[in-house]
């Protein structure tokens, strides 16, 4: 086996921590924004600069406004950190920049800068390598004109052009995965479950420790986001008027009590019942909280795009609160369902420019779904079965939100995601693999050839579907 043209692809590549309300269009812009930055700041020209302008291309041009990607490139050309920036101050620091007309570069360069001139929409232009593509222009005193462009190609991935994209990862991995079946072929060559393999991989990386650890911190905020949502009321901004449900529908479940911290809810939840409507409601209600802070800018989990960010927590917080999961547990889970993703976005994509939201809620059931599974004793091939029923049923799904907002109908299609999820893992769990007639394999070059032959109008542009079809006036930005 030719090690050499597998990509490596880490869990904490497919799970970053970022701000909300999209990997494509706002966590990938804020990284293009900082390793624009970034060149600057090496190359010493910050003392030299004198302006800089930002061109936003194809989709990010058609739905940016709704995405924030004009509020995550001055966010990351500032220097904010996704990761750790307090996402609180972001509508104060955005109004400071419109009303001063000036931007303080790398955190140490004021400049002039306008918002409104020099954040440039190109709604009629796109490039031919990724939809999703922005350029940033800047000046020197010295006449020097300086031009970076970059594609947000998925989930927070970027790459800049001129360079190597298709170049594979130097990292070499005790088992290179590419396809499902490279996957259930070491498996059966080691015996070791999924998850297992995925911690051997991510040695290449980092100790068995600080992977844990870095999952906990992920699944910790995973919970918190979804305790936040779940506990904010309110109407989310953009102009469409989208009134925020968790927190009602929380209320309603607990009837109206109040409790301090998550432990103390997740508790709560879990001593008042296990019905199917109450377990089935609450799925929901975790859902909707995670993509309505998602909406607000808050701090969510790619999990594998801000979009669908909702889906895999969901269906962990539901394993964990009604099953009593343990911390190995949902590292498992979280270790099973980053590989099922990154197949995926290796066989296919993990963009809605791309692949319309298939792409997004599918592959995040499809991660769920796998996750599950393994968690509830399945074995791998029933883990696979699981991620390729989830998938299978989520083929052609366009992506079309209204107003180019990530609120209708990207919010309930969390939900749908949640839910197809745990069905996904019933079915597989109660299957004997024999059954399966679609291998995982089979469904991601499926999905790949559904995305090409999607008519773009679907795919994340807002020129089709429902964000033609329901008539709304929003405010002019």
Same mark, same amino acid.
């Given at each position: 086996?030719d090690r050499s043209?597998?990509?490596?692809?880490s869990v904490?590549?497919i799970?970053?921590?970022?701000?909300?309300?999209s990997?494509?269009h706002?966590?990938?812009?804020w990284k293009?924004?900082r390793s624009?930055?970034?060149f600057l700041q090496?190359?010493?020209y910050?003392?030299?600069?004198?302006?800089?302008?930002?061109?936003?291309?194809?989709?990010?041009?058609k739905?940016?406004?709704?995405?924030?990607?004009?509020?995550a490139v001055?966010?990351g050309?500032?220097?904010q950190d996704p990761v750790?920036?307090?996402v609180?101050?972001?509508?104060?620091?955005?109004?400071?920049?419109?009303?001063?007309k000036?931007?303080?570069?790398g955190?140490?360069?004021?400049i002039d800068?306008d918002?409104?001139?020099?954040?440039v929409?190109?709604?009629? +232009?796109?490039?031919?390598?990724?939809?999703?593509?922005l350029?940033?222009?800047?000046?020197?005193?010295?006449?020097e004109?300086?031009?970076?462009t970059?594609?947000?190609i998925g989930?927070g991935?970027?790459?800049?052009? !001129?360079?190597?994209?298709?170049?594979?990862?130097?990292?070499?991995l005790s088992f290179?995965?590419?396809?499902?079946?490279?996957?259930?072929?070491?498996?059966r060559?080691t015996g070791?479950?999924?998850?297992?393999?995925?911690? +051997?991989?991510?040695l290449?990386?980092r100790?068995?420790?600080?992977t844990?650890?870095g999952?906990l911190?992920i699944?910790?905020i995973?919970?918190?986001?979804?305790f936040r949502?779940?506990?904010?009321d309110g109407?989310?901004?953009g102009?469409?008027?989208?009134?925020?449900?968790?927190?009602?529908? $929380?209320?309603?479940?607990l009837k109206g009590?109040?409790?301090d911290?998550?432990?103390q809810?997740?508790?709560a939840?879990r001593?008042? !019942?296990?019905?199917f $409507?109450?377990i089935l409601d609450w799925v929901?209600?975790?859902?909707?909280?995670v993509n309505? +802070? $998602?909406?607000?800018?808050?701090r969510v989990?790619?999990?594998p795009?801000?979009?669908a960010?909702g889906?895999?927590?969901?269906?962990?917080?539901?394993?964990?609160?009604?099953?009593k999961?343990?911390e190995?547990s949902i590292?498992q889970?979280?270790?099973?369902a980053?590989?099922?993703?990154?197949?995926?976005k290796? !066989?296919?994509t993990?963009?809605?420019?791309?692949?319309?939201c298939?792409?997004e809620?599918?592959v995040?059931?499809?991660?769920?779904?796998?996750?599950?599974t +393994?968690?509830?004793g399945?074995?791998?091939?029933?883990a696979?079965?699981?991620?390729e029923?989830?998938?299978?049923h989520?083929?052609?799904l366009?992506?079309?939100?209204?107003?180019?907002?990530?609120q209708?109908?990207?919010?309930?299609r969390n939900t749908?995601?949640?839910?197809k999820?745990i069905t996904a893992?019933?079915?597989?769990?109660?299957?004997?693999p024999?059954?399966a007639?679609?291998?995982?394999?089979?469904?991601i070059?499926?999905?790949w050839?559904?995305?090409?032959?999607? $008519?773009?109008?679907y795919k994340e542009?807002?020129?089709?579907?429902?964000a033609?079809?329901?008539?709304i006036?929003?405010p002019?930005c």
């Amino acid at each position: 086996m030719d090690r050499s043209q597998y990509e490596a692809i880490s869990v904490f590549d497919i799970f970053k921590i970022g701000v909300g309300p999209s990997s494509s269009h706002t966590l990938g812009p804020w990284k293009a924004a900082r390793s624009f930055l970034d060149f600057l700041q090496e190359k010493n020209y910050l003392d030299d600069l004198i302006s800089i302008q930002v061109l936003l291309y194809g989709s990010l041009a058609k739905t940016g406004r709704g995405h924030g990607t004009d509020v995550a490139v001055q966010l990351g050309l500032m220097g904010q950190d996704p990761v750790t920036c307090d996402v609180s101050a972001i509508p104060s620091i955005i109004l400071n920049i419109q009303e001063e007309k000036r931007l303080l570069l790398g955190g140490s360069r004021l400049i002039d800068f306008d918002p409104a001139n020099d954040i440039v929409f190109l709604y009629q +232009e796109s490039l031919p390598f990724h939809p999703n593509a922005l350029t940033f222009l800047a000046s020197l005193s010295n006449g020097e004109q300086i031009a970076s462009t970059y594609y947000s190609i998925g989930g927070g991935f970027v790459v800049q052009e !001129g360079f190597d994209n298709n170049s594979k990862s130097a990292i070499q991995l005790s088992f290179p995965i590419e396809k499902a079946d490279d996957l259930l072929h070491w498996c059966r060559k080691t015996g070791l479950s999924i998850h297992e393999i995925v911690a +051997e991989n991510e040695l290449a990386w980092r100790n068995e420790d600080i992977t844990k650890q870095g999952l906990l911190q992920i699944w910790n905020i995973m919970k918190d986001c979804i305790f936040r949502g779940c506990h904010t009321d309110g109407i989310l901004p953009g102009g469409l008027q989208v009134k925020r449900r968790a927190a009602a529908l $929380n209320r309603k479940l607990l009837k109206g009590q109040q409790y301090d911290g998550a432990d103390q809810w997740i508790n709560a939840i879990r001593s008042q !019942g296990n019905d199917f $409507n109450y377990i089935l409601d609450w799925v929901s209600c975790f859902a909707l909280a995670v993509n309505e +802070e $998602n909406a607000s800018f808050g701090r969510v989990v790619t999990a594998p795009t801000n979009g669908a960010a909702g889906v895999i927590p969901a269906v962990l917080l539901y394993y964990s609160t009604f099953y009593k999961a343990t911390e190995e547990s949902i590292i498992q889970f979280l270790m099973t369902a980053a590989e099922i993703g990154s197949i995926f976005k290796k !066989g296919s994509t993990i963009s809605a420019a791309m692949g319309g939201c298939q792409a997004e809620i599918g592959v995040s059931s499809s991660m769920a779904a796998a996750g599950l599974t +393994e968690c509830m004793g399945g074995t791998q091939r029933q883990a696979l079965m699981a991620a390729e029923i989830a998938m299978e049923h989520h083929l052609g799904l366009t992506c079309d939100p209204i107003g180019g907002l990530v609120q209708v109908p990207c919010i309930e299609r969390n939900t749908m995601g949640a839910i197809k999820a745990i069905t996904a893992s019933q079915l597989a769990l109660q299957s004997a693999p024999d059954f399966a007639k679609v291998s995982l394999d089979a469904v991601i070059k499926t999905m790949w050839d559904t995305a090409q032959d999607m $008519n773009s109008k679907y795919k994340e542009t807002a020129d089709g579907g429902l964000a033609v079809n329901i008539p709304i006036n929003l405010p002019e930005c």
